[in-house]
T-cell receptor, first 111, second 115 residues
Framework: QKEVEQNSGPLSVPEGAIASLNCTYS??????FFWYRQYSGKSPELIMS????GDKEDGRFTAQLNKASQYVSLLIRDSQPSDSATYLC???????????FGAGTILRVKS | SAVISQKPSRDICQRGTSLTIQCQVD?????MFWYRQQPGQSLTLIAT?????????ESGFVIDKFPISRPNLTFSTLTVSNMSPEDSSIYLC????????????FGDGTRLSIL
């Protein structure tokens, strides 16, 4: 059974701080890694995708991937109250299109 | 990214009835998927909707309970059959544009309550 593990939180950070969200996965064959943001009562929204080791930056978001450690993370710089949401880590199964989702980390940004 | 429309957005149904959820994508997509998200939990894949062939179901989900159609590259339906209160959940459709590295994008979901 392929697994994706996330700390459920909640992770509380003050406004303007860096939020660090972590995810580990079990399938060494995974090639694609995604972070989704889900506001309460809404559907998941893709915010980052990463495919190779290292960092990928997009605005205030940075995704980090370490395939050797089977670890992917999301950093949110200058956190805003509007970033308060559940963040879902998703990993593809092997070379296919199926995604396995983690349970999600609840982030709360306090103003 | 593709725009994915899902309907109904919510419904309240009686035990023992069936409901069909529709998912429309504004462009042709290779892959379409159906998920369930129970309150406070993450997404669980029900099945992959294959165009022109039977859906591929995940462990714990069967065609008799969740029949799926995909008549073309832009449309799919999921039916929740013979509903019970345990089927109360959010059902989400997603689509992926291309090869295995492409992300999935989600519709707005259908919030289903069974009385």
């Amino acid at each position: 059974q392929k697994e994706v593990e996330q700390n459920s939180g909640p992770l509380s950070v003050p406004e303007g701080a860096i939020a660090s969200l972590n995810c580990t996965y079990s399938d060494r064959g995974s090639q694609s890694f995604f972070w989704y943001r889900q506001y309460s009562g809404k559907s998941p929204e893709l915010i980052m995708s990463i495919y190779s080791n290292g960092d990928k930056e997009d605005g205030r978001f940075t995704a980090q991937l370490n395939k050797a450690s089977q670890y992917v993370s999301l950093l949110i710089r200058d956190s805003q109250p509007s970033d308060s949401a559940t963040y879902l880590c998703a990993v593809n199964e092997g070379y296919g299109n199926k995604l396995v989702f983690g349970a999600g980390t609840i982030l709360r940004v306090k103003s | 990214s593709a725009v994915i429309s899902q309907k109904p957005s919510r419904d309240i149904c009686q035990r023992g009835t069936s409901l069909t959820i529709q998912c429309q994508v504004d462009s042709q997509v290779t892959m379409m998927f159906w998920y369930r998200q129970q309150p406070g939990q993450s997404l669980t894949l029900i099945a992959t909707a294959n165009q022109g062939s039977e859906a591929t179901y995940e462990s714990g989900f069967v065609i008799d309970k969740f029949p799926i159609s995909r008549p073309n590259l832009t449309f799919s339906t999921l039916t929740v059959s013979n509903m019970s209160p345990e089927d109360s959940s959010i059902y989400l459709c997603s689509a992926s544009l291309g090869n295995s590295n492409q992300p999935q994008h989600f519709g707005d979901g259908t919030r289903l309550s069974i009385l």
